[in-house]
């Protein structure tokens, strides 16, 4: 296949129907934000302020969220699996979220009332993680199934939360497959950060569960409004879910510019965008990029309606585009805070950095609107969450071919 930087435009007529974001937006993005802060892990993540890489990249300023502080685990992802998991036991009891803080979820009574639980989930790691250590608080259990060629420390972490967790010889659609085979044969609870048509509650949960770094990003630009808000994807829930907040919060014209990031070996929401038939386009085979939480190849139905409706740019780009981004991150310029952020956590930044950067992609930046005025947003999702390769990248310089 051949390796580029390729992008699709969708021209967003702010007259045509859209879906609704509502549930994604600000006034219920504070109520979810209230579960996550009864956790006593819960602080707000920093929100990096790059002037010196806004100047020296010629715009405005360029912000990045650091999720690799989120609950000490070093991803965003626990933001969705324990909002998800809340609302389930919420439901099962006929409680509303809001009466089930942090203190009296893992208390003994709840624990008395819903008796052993098992959740079982598909996943490349971060997803696994926010699982296994939900459960692990609410004295469940967990079960995790992950796509072959997972890194041994992502799986180390999750056994270190109790989980019964394992890598897998299948790819991460067909281990999400599996995970479900065996909810069903086994009564567990199927807790999967993608919807599909006829498993949309779930997911839709986690969806909203991700607003939360939004939230925070919002409160601590104190009225900076972004231009442009990049986002990277996997199944696009997560990316979704972001765009919606921004959707909801600016609306028609005032939208910020929204640009979905992805891997070209897993560019699933690219094609589907790029196709624009109604149909949701899959990637099949290994997907073996460095990337590896986007390494997904079936869209989230959800996430890619919210991406129809109001995204921008889709962009499908070569693996070291996204070690840039590490690189950048991990060596400020002057006194701009350091970001340790991992493969796919980088790649939204990389990208931006390359676009402004490299002299044959001006077709790019003229399609982005991207010019001094710019302010930029980027969501740093994960820190180095496979330290191996966080090292060979940043030190050794792996991936440098373009
Ligand atoms: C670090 C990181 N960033 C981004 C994503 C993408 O999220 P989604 O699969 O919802 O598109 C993932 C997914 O696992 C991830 O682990």
């Given amino acids: 296949m051949n390796e580029c930087i390729k992008s699709v435009h969708y021209q967003q007529e702010t007259s045509k129907e859209r879906c609704s974001v509502e549930r994604f937006g600000s006034v219920h993005a504070e109520k979810i934000q209230e579960f996550h802060k009864s956790f006593p892990e819960y602080s707000v993540t920093p929100l990096a302020d790059l002037k010196n890489l806004a100047d020296e990249l010629g715009v405005a300023s360029i912000h990045v969220k650091d999720e690799s502080y989120r609950f000490g685990l070093n991803a965003f992802k626990v933001l969705g699996g324990s909002y998800c998991i809340g609302n389930y036991i919420a439901n099962r009891l006929g409680k509303d979220i809001s009466e089930l803080p942090y203190e009296k979820i893992t208390s003994d009574d709840v624990k008395k009332q819903l008796g052993k639980l098992t959740f079982v989930t598909a996943t490349d790691g971060n997803h696994g993680r926010g699982i296994a250590w939900t459960a692990n608080r609410l004295n469940q259990e967990s079960v995790v199934y992950m796509p072959k060629g997972s890194a041994p420390e992502r799986l180390k972490n999750i056994q270190a939360l109790g989980a019964d967790a394992s890598i897998t010889e299948l790819n991460y659609d067909d281990a999400v497959r599996y995970a479900n085979d065996m909810a069903e044969k086994n009564g567990w609870i199927m807790v999967q950060d993608t919807a599909w048509d006829g498993y949309e509650e779930i997911p839709g949960w986690i969806m909203e569960g991700y607003t939360t770094m939004a939230y925070e990003a919002w409160k ?60 949701l386009h899959a990637v099949n085979g290994e997907m073996n990029t460095i990337m590896a939480g986007l390494a997904c190849g079936e869209p989230c139905t959800i996430g890619w309606q919210v991406l129809h409706d109001y995204a921008d740019n889709f962009v499908s780009m070569p693996d070291y585009v996204a070690a840039k981004g590490m690189r950048v991150l991990g060596n400020p310029l002057g006194n701009d805070p350091k970001v340790v952020s991992g493969e796919s956590g980088a790649s939204t930044l990389g990208f931006v950095a390359e676009v402004l950067q490299n002299e044959s992609l001006e077709w790019l930046r003229k399609q982005l609107k991207l010019d001094k005025n710019s302010r930029i947003l980027c969501f740093s999702t994960e820190g180095d969450t496979d330290k191996d390769n966080y090292r060979k990248i940043v030190w050794d310089g792996a991936y440098p071919s373009f």
């Fill in 220 to 279: 601590q630009l104190e009225g900076e409004k972004p231009t442009h808000v990049f986002l990277q994807a996997g199944v696009g829930a997560m990316s979704g879910a972001i765009a919606g907040f921004f959707a909801d919060l600016y609306p028609g014209e005032e939208k910020p510019i929204i640009t979905i990031v992805e891997p070209n070996k897993a560019d699933c929401i690219y094609q589907t965008a790029e196709a624009n038939d109604g149909k």
